[in-house]
């Protein structure tokens, strides 16, 4: 379309123009990477560095040999992280395909009972929640914060959809060869629908690896704390947080979401895409 | 529903009979659960004490958790709704900021009678260490880590711009000193990036009202003083150095007065012992210790403590108070004064080589206990605190005059007290 | 025999089905009732409380909600400033994101797209708290990088982005822009991109621009995605609250607090459980209604594709 208007020249402008845009988008990220490898008493120095003057990696070193349980951090999170998408897949994959599927009595009912659960935010259900954890002992534990994260209405409405389009033939099939409902479930079904799974597991890995609010709410001692969370506690414990080693501890947190980015990047962007305008 | 129900009864029982039976096995040792809020430098002094009290007592253990946050009146919200929601432990870290919520609450048990029991052990500390956590005639609390607030100076850029050695000074000579600095380092059209600034403003103005004799609270804690003539000048004083002299940038949530102290753009700054580390961290040595500025003749140091307390339900309370002992002992000093992380307590310590050689006037810190002021610690602290520090910003960002950021923040001291109706 | 065995073998196997369904079911179904059931009446009954966690609550009928509606003056900030965000950000977001999004609909270059995609993308990807961080030391006043190069490429006076009222709820919004156009973009590509290349071919042979193209036929056909995209973000935006916590803490006066910074406040600052409790029925109810209006408006867009 632009280019029939601006002819081809004009075209090329155009894109590049949003490339420089898009340049200008991604700084933060540069001057965020660049900083760290600026030594303390530097810090404040403008012009700022955004492209890293010389690779010195002495605040990284600070980070990692300090007692700061950074790598502890990072540990957690991805423990959290992996437990919350197995625990919460196996659950939804279940559930979606026993109501989309066995589609036994009451099972819209129970479907239509899920989803209105996503008109209720965690900002406001938190309280009772925080009240029975405590109860229970779970506060300040990893477990407690898989174990509210495990129901997602999103995930099993996803993958019921998903599961609808499985043609019935193959499930009937299938049963009249004698296999049970799990083995249908598990064994068929499921990897039909490997796709879903997949955007599925990038969307969970995103929201729980970001999350900042339940690990805010639930955990407050350093060996359990998750990375965005931890990340923030380093920055003011009574004032001593430095400019540059923090901007490290953030490199060192975003850096593995950069190469995963830089690999996976179309199928990263296509399923979060689709997973937005198919909800 | 038949079959959650019957789930929920299976879980119950379950849960039942696991606590039965580690209580059964809980025969012996004792266990101590501690609860501990300590940066990662005092953690190493934390860790030794309770190894010295495993050593000491080996039919004790114990079982520590600790926490962290993003700042100290996180640490002691979290800590606060946590024990208030029902988390237990027998041994509480807690700051004079919390003991009142603790023990209104119910949470905290006294121990005077162990307390006097040991009072030979405990007379090398400064009274004002166990006074700060007296709550209506009772003691709740043991000192750990004491921390008074002085002026951290670069001596570099004093002795550059002529400044002599600060002693016991007024607010005019540090305004005359601070003067010095900025003609010494900054042009005219020098931009505010590029900079260096005398001293940052008060997140709350606790210090300030301390070194001109005053307080944000009346002297019992239990109403605003802040509509006071003498808090009005210490509070006209904060506006001065940013508008009037232009010493002080305007702060921002993450003014950070080390990073830049470190980088030569701040000359001053008001910090406790729990600075030091910081400083060494950043390699940084061109620092002594002053006394904050007087402002009034009565003026003196505003002060914190933190220290551990017992919570009500603590069964083995000898055990628990010995292990509280470890964390108030000479030993501890030592450590406090080598590693300086916060004032050493003991007289000893306070007066060794290792916490002497740190700089030539770190005694100033040990000299300003006796007469310092405490840090209020109403009940309603951590709506204090967000009242004031909406109050300071409000004032230095000339969103409101200081008449009415005052009176805005009695109003809601007011009904931040009401709130808290026992 | 054979057809009532038969019979009987389907209803039992019909039955077999029933049971596993419902065990299939039962996990998600226990998290439910635990996790979503319980709280939200917990929750509708703890706000005609009054609950300070040590002592059980106490029962205070209305007075919750009177109080709420009447002497809270906070509540007001809190509920314009989360309006503010949502519908400001979400509106730019959408313009901005067509915009973008007409202007390189012609690139198919592999490279070119992964460049775009990776500049655009990431901000989305990275975790709001940092860049909570990394902004914050950005926007400082005298000490950030926005203000160096305001002042020495316009000469401008160095701004208070987090500290002046106006300015800091704008740095906000800004920042929630930044971190969504480029989400917004890909969606509105892939919308574009659905559309049938007949109906470029046959406009321009009637001899259409690229302007008129773009507006009769390109925009009209994306409205349904557009509708879609704001309506999620809205919902989104209104649950705001890790970046101005970490950024602002609330702000200069409560300038950049929301309304789930304010439950947070209240529930575990201010430990009053009950009226926190109260709040966030409120907040529900008028998320509710912004999801029914989704379901509403999803059901007309349905229709006519």
């Given at each position: 379309m632009t280019k029939k208007y601006w002819g081809k020249a004009g075209g090329l402008l155009i894109s590049l123009l949003v490339l420089a845009l898009g340049f200008l988008v991604f700084t933060p990220f540069l001057f965020m990477f660049a900083q760290s490898m600026r030594m303390p008493a530097e810090a404040y120095k403008m012009p700022p560095d955004f492209f890293p003057t010389r690779w010195d990696l002495t605040n990284y070193a600070t980070l990692l040999n300090s007692d700061l349980p950074l790598v502890r951090m990072a540990v957690n999170s991805l423990t959290v992280t992996l437990c919350t998408i197995v625990v919460r897949l196996t659950v939804s994959i279940m559930a979606a395909y026993a109501i989309a599927k066995i589609r036994y009595r009451g099972s819209n009912a129970v479907m239509i009972g899920f989803l209105s659960s996503m008109m209720l935010p965690i900002q406001a259900t938190i309280i009772p929640i925080y009240i029975m954890?405590?109860?229970?002992?779970?506060?300040?534990?990893?477990?407690?914060?898989?174990?509210?994260?495990?129901?997602?209405?999103?995930?099993?409405?996803?993958?019921?959809?998903?599961?609808?389009?499985?043609?019935?033939?193959?499930?009937?099939?299938?049963?009249?060869?004698?296999?049970?409902?799990?083995?249908?479930?598990?064994?068929?079904?499921?990897?039909?629908?490997k796709p879903t799974i997949a955007t599925m597991i990038v969307l969970i890995f995103n929201g729980v690896w970001n999350d900042y609010f339940l690990p805010y709410i639930l955990i407050s001692s350093w060996e359990k704390m998750t990375l965005p969370l931890g990340i923030n506690a380093l920055k003011g414990y009574m004032g001593s947080g430095n400019q540059s080693v923090i901007l490290a501890a953030v490199s060192f947190a975003v850096l593995p979401i950069l190469i995963i980015f830089l690999f996976g990047q179309r199928y990263i962007v296509e399923g979060m895409t689709s997973a937005a305008v198919k909800g | 529903m038949k079959k959650f129900l019957s789930l929920m009864l299976t879980l119950a029982m379950l849960l039942g009979m696991m606590s039965i039976s580690m209580n059964a096995l809980a025969e012996e040792p004792i266990v101590i659960k501690l609860s501990m809020a300590a940066s990662d430098a005092e953690k190493v002094s934390c860790e030794s004490a309770i190894a010295r009290f495993e050593e000491k007592y080996p039919n004790c253990k114990v079982d520590a958790e600790f926490y962290a946050g993003l700042s100290w009146d996180e640490i002691i919200q979290k800590q606060l709704t946590q024990f208030a929601s029902g988390t237990y432990a027998d041994v509480v870290y807690i700051a004079i900021e919390g003991t009142q919520l603790m023990v209104n609450y119910g949470l905290f048990q006294p121990i005077d009678d162990l307390i006097e029991a040991d009072k030979d052990y405990f007379s090398p500390v400064p009274e004002s260490a166990f006074k700060a956590f007296e709550v209506n005639g009772k003691y709740y609390e043991v000192p750990f880590n004491c921390n008074d607030m002085c002026i951290v100076y670069n001596t570099k850029m004093f002795q550059e711009a002529g400044i002599e050695t600060p002693g016991q000074w007024t607010v005019e000579e540090y305004l005359d000193a601070l003067g010095k600095i900025d003609a010494y380092y900054n042009k005219p059209d020098t931009p505010n990036s590029e900079k260096v600034w005398g001293v940052v403003t008060g997140e709350t103005p606790y210090m300030w009202a301390a070194a001109y004799g005053t307080s944000v609270l009346n002297d019992d804690w239990t109403a605003s003083n802040i509509t006071s003539d003498a808090m009005k000048e210490v509070l006209q004083f904060q506006y001065d150095l940013v508008y009037k002299y232009g010493y002080s940038p305007v702060r921002e949530s993450n003014t950070d007065e080390v990073s830049?102290?470190?980088?030569?753009?701040?000359?001053?700054?008001?910090?406790?012992?729990?600075?030091?580390?910081?400083?060494?961290?950043?390699?940084?040595?061109?620092?002594?210790?002053?006394?904050?500025?007087?402002?009034?003749?009565?003026?003196?140091?505003?002060?914190?403590?933190?220290?551990?307390?017992?919570?009500?339900?603590?069964?083995h309370r000898q055990e628990a108070f010995n292990l509280m002992k470890e964390f108030c002992s000479i030993e501890l000093s030592m450590t406090q004064a080598t590693e300086a992380t916060s004032l050493p307590l003991f007289e000893e310590a306070a007066n060794s080589e290792a916490w002497l050689a740190q700089s030539p006037h770190i005694n100033v810190f040990y000299d300003e206990l006796p007469n310092a002021s405490k840090l209020p610690s109403p009940i309603c602290y951590a709506e204090l605190n967000v009242i004031m520090k909406n109050m300071m910003t409000n004032i230095v960002t000339k969103a409101m005059t200081i008449d009415e950021a005052v009176a805005l923040a009695d109003q809601e001291i007011a009904a931040a007290y009401e709130e808290f109706e026992f | 025999m054979s057809r009532q065995s038969g019979r009987m073998a389907g209803m039992n196997s019909r039955r077999k089905d029933e049971i596993a369904g419902w065990l299939f079911t039962a996990p998600a179904l226990l998290m439910f009732l635990i996790f979503v059931l319980i709280p939200t009446f917990a929750m509708l009954y703890l706000s005609f409380t009054s609950y300070k966690m040590l002592t059980p609550p106490t029962f205070t009928g209305l007075s919750n909600f009177i109080r709420l509606f009447t002497k809270d003056s906070r509540i007001l900030t809190v509920s314009l400033n989360t309006l503010k965000i949502s519908v400001i950000s979400?509106?730019?977001?959408?313009?901005?994101?067509?915009?973008?999004?007409?202007?390189?609909?012609?690139?198919?270059?592999?490279?070119?797209?992964?460049?775009?995609?990776l500049f655009y993308f990431f901000p989305n990807i990275v975790a709001p708290a940092f860049i909570a961080i990394v902004w914050a030391i950005l926007l400082a006043r005298d000490t950030g990088v926005v203000n160096y190069y305001l002042h020495s490429i316009f000469g401008l006076q160095p701004m208070g982005f987090l500290t002046e009222g106006g300015l800091a709820l704008g740095s906000v919004i800004g920042i929630d822009i930044w971190r969504n156009m480029g989400f917004i973009m890909f969606i509105l590509l892939a919308g574009i991109r659905a559309i049938d290349r007949s109906y470029y071919e046959a406009a321009s042979l009637d001899g259409a621009?690229?302007?008129?193209?773009?507006?009769?036929?390109?925009?009209?056909?994306?409205?349904?995605?557009?509708?879609?995209?704001?309506?999620?973000?809205?919902?989104?935006?209104?649950?705001?609250?890790?970046?101005?916590?970490?950024?602002?803490?609330?702000?200069?006066?409560?300038?950049?607090?929301?309304?789930?910074?304010?439950?947070?406040?209240?529930?575990?600052?201010?430990?009053?459980?009950?009226?926190?409790?109260?709040?966030?029925?409120?907040?529900?109810?008028?998320?509710?209604?912004?999801?029914?209006?989704?379901?509403r408006l999803s059901n007309r867009w349905v229709n006519y594709d």
């Open positions: 954890l405590s109860r229970l002992g779970l506060v300040n534990s990893l477990p407690g914060l898989v174990i509210v994260g495990v129901f997602d209405s999103f995930a099993i409405f996803m993958l019921r959809q998903s599961m609808a389009s499985v043609p019935d033939s193959v499930v009937e099939s299938a049963k009249i060869d004698g296999a049970s409902q799990l083995r249908i479930c598990w064994g068929i079904v499921a990897p039909m629908i | 830049m102290f470190c980088s030569n753009r701040l000359a001053t700054f008001i910090a406790g012992p729990y600075i030091l580390g910081s400083l060494k961290n950043n390699n940084f040595t061109d620092w002594d210790i002053a006394i904050v500025p007087r402002g009034k003749e009565n003026g003196s140091a505003a002060y914190g403590v933190g220290g551990l307390g017992m919570m009500t339900g603590c069964q | 979400v509106v730019l977001n959408v313009v901005i994101g067509i915009i973008l999004a007409l202007l390189i609909t012609n690139r198919k270059n592999g490279i070119y797209s992964y460049i775009i995609r621009n690229t302007f008129q193209l773009a507006r009769h036929i390109t925009i009209p056909l994306l409205t349904p995605s557009i509708l879609l995209v704001m309506v999620i973000n809205i919902i989104g935006e209104l649950k705001t609250f890790d970046i101005p916590n970490i950024m602002t803490e609330g702000g200069p006066n409560n300038a950049t607090r929301t309304v789930a910074m304010y439950i947070y406040d209240t529930a575990f600052s201010k430990m009053s459980m009950g009226y926190a409790c109260a709040i966030s029925v409120l907040f529900v109810a008028v998320i509710m209604v912004v999801t029914i209006l989704q379901f």
